[in-house]
């Protein structure tokens, strides 16, 4: 086996492991940050407000299944540190969401600016995208990445403005009809359709990696 070869593929191994690592531990800070401020609902009663609270455990299963899915894809040598400092950057933004369950108005302000910083993720990870693909040495290869293109194209043009928008619209709601959503609990519609989207979102992500699996199999396969 040609050594630089070798060499390259246990550097390769190196980076998905720290990358793997940072995705699951980041996710990790998040959700204690979750579980903390939910604990402090549950003390003072505001059962409304755990809409919030699923909404933010799915942002967690959200970011942590892409990130994984994004590793095991296109995550090679060498490392790409501004890509993971995306990822730091993001979870301290959910650290800081998490903080307003009790709070409609500033969660949504705060999901929408999320939504944001994430769309500029996607956009960010394209130059790994066309790294990968300038790379691709077989048909297997080819095909794993141009899924993976098609899939971060499809999130950078229609999901992520959609929940980018779905959260402005929620936001401008709430601070133009606080009475209606706030006095009178109208937020728990919109908590309720951003919930509905996560879930939709998840069950995309779940499609998704179904019809990647196999590709990514055989590229392994053929490397």
């Known amino acids: 086996m040609n050594p630089q070869s070798e060499g390259r593929r246990e550097l390769d191994s190196i980076v998905i492991n720290v990358e ?27 059962w409304d407000s755990f809409l919030y609270v699923a909404a933010g455990l799915c942002v967690i299963f959200i970011f942590w299944s892409r990130s994984i899915i994004h590793t095991l894809t296109l995550i090679r040598w060498p490392m790409e540190f501004g890509h993971n400092f995306f990822y730091i950057g993001c979870a301290l933004g959910e650290a800081i969401l998490f903080s307003r369950l009790d709070n409609p108005l500033a969660w949504f302000q705060l999901s929408a600016t999320y939504a944001a910083a994430v769309w500029l993720l996607f956009i960010y990870d394209m130059r790994l995208i066309h790294a990968r693909i300038v790379e691709a040495r077989n048909e297997a290869d080819r095909a794993l990445y141009g899924r993976a293109r098609a899939d971060q194209l499809f999130n950078i043009y229609v999901l992520v403005p959609l929940l980018f928008l779905l959260n402005l619209t929620c936001a401008l709601a709430i601070w133009i009809w606080p009475d209606f959503f706030i006095t009178r609990s109208g937020h728990i519609w919109l908590i309720s359709s951003q919930l509905v989207s996560f879930i939709t979102y998840l069950a995309y992500i779940g499609r998704h990696f179904s019809k990647i699996a196999q590709l990514l199999l055989r590229s392994r396969q053929v490397d």
Do not use: E, W
């Open 20 to 46: 793997l690592t940072l995705a699951s531990i980041i996710q990790g800070v998040a959700l204690f940050f979750l579980t903390d401020n939910a604990r402090t609902i549950i003390t003072m009663r505001h």
